[in-house]
């Protein structure tokens, strides 16, 4: 946005709905354009029931040809679990690669001391699967996800022949202490824009709310799904009108924004003059 031009975001209520720790970098740069974000964490994470598994892959990562990372929470979890049980994430002689799904999983990854050698263009799994393409072929490739992940990217992978070992490296919970009053004014519409980043966002906030006040909410407030897999996951709960960033970078979900905001501002310039 350049500087001394007033953003279309001004004063609108931006409801983020991802784990807290998640929101900082978008919360400051909502409110540089003096947009008021609203965090209201839906989801939480935990640590995996069982860490047997993942910590046999820790253990034995150097016999794994790439590691695929779908989240800067995935890279976290690994993080935090090998320094647990003493093991180093970096291993010598460039194995394993990474690949991730997006910007911010890379910048995860590269702040990790990993080299990333692939981010997707198109950010979602089964996308980052077909780019690889031929180089997944007869690769051993570690991918650590949630308890609630999609299947279509471990099914992806395998189709280019990979060799996948898919283990819970933590778990997505509903959050311990939900703000009931924030939700309550989000759920009366006292919100312009409402930002789901994963499809269980998507699920617990349906289940907070109700079908009936979630209908009346899509004809108020726009409805924002970062990445396709999140925009189905709205579609499955019966929102229709949804604004997309297919790109996951606050940058992108910006834009998205802004562009919605000064479509609405215009259309409501035109209308007044016509008035």
Known sequence: ???????????????????????????????????????????S???????????????????FDWIILTSAQALRALATR?????????????KPQVATV??????????AGFEVE??????????????????????????????????????????YGARVTEVIAYRTLYPADIDQRNLQKVAKGKAEAILFFSPSAVQHFAELVGSEPLSALENRVA?????????????????RRIL???????????????RHFAGELNRSHAGAKQG
Not at 102 to 111: L, R
């Open 45 to 63: 994470f935990g640590e995996p029931q069982d860490f047997g598994q993942l910590d046999e892959a820790i253990r034995g990562l150097a016999r």
């Open 102 to 111: 997006g910007p911010v999983s890379a910048e995860a990854a590269e702040a």
């Open 244 to 258: 997309t960033s297919e790109d996951t970078s606050a940058e992108s979900v910006l834009a998205v924004l802004e």
């Open 223 to 239: 409805m924002m799904a970062v990445g396709p897999v999140t925009a189905g996951a709205l579609r499955k709960i019966g929102v």
């Open 82 to 94: 090998s320094g647990s049980i003493g093991r180093a994430l970096i291993q010598k002689g460039g």
């Open 118 to 159: 692939h981010v997707a263009h198109i950010h979602n799994g089964v996308a980052l699967a077909e780019e690889l393409g031929e180089r997944l072929r007869d690769r051993t490739v570690l991918l650590p996800r949630s308890d609630r992940a999609n299947p279509d990217l471990p099914a992806a992978l395998k189709r």
């Open 1 to 43: 946005m350049a500087e001394g031009i007033p953003s279309a975001l001004a004063g609108k209520r931006i409801v983020i709905t991802r784990a807290a720790a998640q929101c900082e970098a978008l919360s400051n740069e909502l409110s540089a354009r003096r947009a008021i974000p609203v965090v209201l964490p839906l989801i």
